[in-house]
């Protein structure tokens, strides 16, 4: 209640502020002193079902929508504004742009990755096009490679082959836009997993395989590296080879020919190349 001037009516001192419907009232006989009050509370919505209570910020900021998502989205009323909107984006060259950030959300989502690898893919895109990346038709590569250097730089084992097979693109596409990013950005491949530490993270995922596991056999690639054995050959025989030793180490089940299948190698390559270290052994491997 607010105590203030008397109700012209009926002389009570006292009235009623109503937040919701914006009206001041007389709590003796009801007259309204104002309406359309403005309201001055704090404005709260929910934008992540996932967190807990409301937010009295916007929208989070997001690589993945060509202006970060500040803009204002019209209703179909404002059909002039929408026109003017849609020719400055064409105007500014930002259609291509928009083209490739949305292949790189609905590609990330087909391989189920997490929501920090794509925004850093977009942002990928984003400094490649800033620095003079010319898109053009090749958009839809350009998304994929964006995406598989975002998941080396976060070590999640996706190779070429899967963004291909995904996204309907050859892996020489993607794999000719992969080197014009990394030209364009200037990036460290250094900082990225090698290919048969890759092959080795996703063996062990499909085998449900122990973290240790994947531990012992990244420290027996090394070891072949620093002795050079498995000199030319493929990543996929190198990572069986290692991740067979490391399961017979750790005594961890499992054949020879699930590991082959996995990978899609022979078999019989694997047998030759194991009895090829047995006999040649010097590490402390058992039951080869």
Same mark, same amino acid.
């Given at each position: 209640?607010?105590?203030?001037?008397?109700?012209?009516?009926?002389?009570?001192?006292?009235?009623?502020?109503?937040?919701?419907?914006? $009206?001041?009232?007389?709590?003796?006989?009801?007259?309204?002193?104002?309406?359309?009050?403005?309201?001055?509370?704090?404005?709260?919505?929910?934008?992540?079902?996932?967190?807990?209570?409301?937010?009295?910020?916007?929208?989070?900021?997001?690589?993945?929508?060509?202006?970060?998502?500040? #803009?204002?989205?019209?209703?179909?009323?404002?059909?002039?504004?929408?026109?003017?909107?849609?020719?400055?984006?064409?105007?500014?060259?930002?259609?291509?742009?928009?083209?490739?950030?949305?292949?790189?959300?609905?590609?990330?989502?087909?391989?189920?990755?997490?929501?920090?690898?794509?925004?850093?893919?977009?942002?990928?895109? !984003? !400094?490649?096009?800033?620095?003079?990346?010319?898109?053009?038709?090749?958009?839809?590569?350009?998304?994929?490679?964006?995406?598989?250097? #975002?998941?080396?730089?976060?070590?999640?084992?996706?190779?070429?082959?899967?963004?291909?097979?995904?996204?309907?693109?050859?892996?020489?596409?993607?794999?000719?836009?992969?080197?014009?990013?990394?030209?364009?950005?200037?990036?460290?491949?250094? $900082?990225?997993?090698?290919?048969?530490?890759?092959?080795?993270?996703?063996?062990?995922?499909?085998?449900?395989?122990?973290?240790?596991?994947?531990?012992?056999?990244?420290?027996?690639?090394?070891?072949?590296?620093?002795?050079?054995?498995?000199?030319?050959?493929?990543? $996929?025989?190198?990572?069986?080879?290692?991740?067979?030793?490391?399961? !017979?180490?750790?005594?961890?089940?499992? #054949?020879?020919?699930?590991?082959?299948?996995?990978?899609?190698?022979?078999?019989?390559?694997?047998?030759?190349?194991?009895?090829?270290?047995?006999?040649?052994?010097?590490?402390?491997?058992?039951?080869?």
């Amino acid at each position: 209640m607010i105590e203030s001037e008397r109700c012209p009516l009926c002389g009570c001192e006292l009235k009623i502020e109503d937040k919701e419907i914006g $009206e001041i009232t007389c709590y003796g006989c009801g007259y309204v002193f104002a309406s359309r009050l403005v309201d001055r509370k704090t404005e709260r919505r929910y934008y992540n079902p996932l967190k807990e209570g409301e937010e009295r910020v916007g929208a989070p900021l997001t690589y993945l929508i060509h202006d970060l998502g500040l #803009s204002t989205i019209t209703g179909e009323e404002d059909e002039e504004l929408s026109k003017l909107i849609k020719r400055e984006i064409v105007e500014s060259g930002d259609k291509v742009l928009i083209k490739t950030l949305s292949i790189v959300f609905n590609l990330s989502t087909k391989l189920a990755l997490p929501d920090v690898v794509k925004e850093n893919a977009a942002l990928i895109v !984003r !400094r490649a096009w800033k620095n003079g990346l010319k898109i053009g038709r090749s958009w839809k590569g350009i998304a994929a490679a964006s995406i598989y250097l #975002s998941c080396q730089i976060f070590s999640i084992p996706k190779t070429i082959k899967d963004l291909s097979y995904q996204s309907g693109i050859s892996k020489k596409t993607i794999w000719n836009c992969y080197r014009r990013i990394i030209e364009k950005i200037k990036h460290r491949k250094t $900082e990225t997993m090698s290919k048969t530490q890759l092959i080795v993270s996703k063996l062990v995922n499909n085998l449900r395989l122990k973290g240790e596991v994947e531990e012992q056999a990244l420290k027996i690639i090394e070891d072949f590296r620093k002795e050079l054995k498995m000199y030319g050959r493929k990543p $996929e025989v190198v990572a069986a080879v290692a991740v067979y030793l490391a399961c !017979r180490k750790l005594n961890q089940k499992i #054949s020879q020919r699930r590991i082959a299948q996995t990978l899609s190698i022979s078999r019989s390559t694997l047998i030759k190349i194991l009895k090829e270290i047995s006999e040649n052994k010097k590490d402390d491997v058992v039951g080869i």
